[in-house]
């Protein structure tokens, strides 16, 4: 049974940096890639950021590009997202997300994509 559990979420001010954590359990196989998605109150859930299996390839949503920061640690079935200079329409539950890959350098941006979610943790942003 695949399980993802998130942490590291909180409230900080406007310019404050997070550092969320997702670790994987249950994980039989590989390759996946692994993502970050994001949903504020009233909208749908949309793409942060993702990393392949190999770690060689990168995605962002243009607005945390430059600011945010995804990496994985695949010995520890973790993957992280370093979130800098935070701004208030950054408040979201963030979710992780594992997308088992076809490749060990692909990953998505679609949500439908994405086989197995974490339950989220709430990033409060406050100006």
């Known amino acids: 049974q695949v399980q993802l559990v998130e942490s590291g979420g909180g409230l900080v001010q406007a310019g404050d940096s997070l550092r969320l954590s997702c670790a994987a359990s249950g994980l039989t196989f590989s390759p996946y890639a692994m993502g970050w998605f994001r949903q504020a109150p009233g909208k749908e859930r949309e793409f942060v950021a993702a990393?392949?299996?190999?770690?060689?390839?990168?995605g962002y949503a243009d607005s945390v590009k430059g600011r945010f920061t995804i990496s994985r640690d695949n010995s520890k079935n973790t993957v992280y997202l370093q979130m800098n200079s935070l701004k208030p329409e950054d408040t979201a539950v963030y979710y992780c997300a594992v997308d088992v890959a076809w490749s060990q350098s692909s990953y998505s941006r679609r949500t439908s994509d994405y086989d197995y979610w974490g339950q989220g943790t709430q990033v409060t942003v406050s100006s």
């Open positions: 990393i392949s299996w190999s770690g060689g390839n990168i």
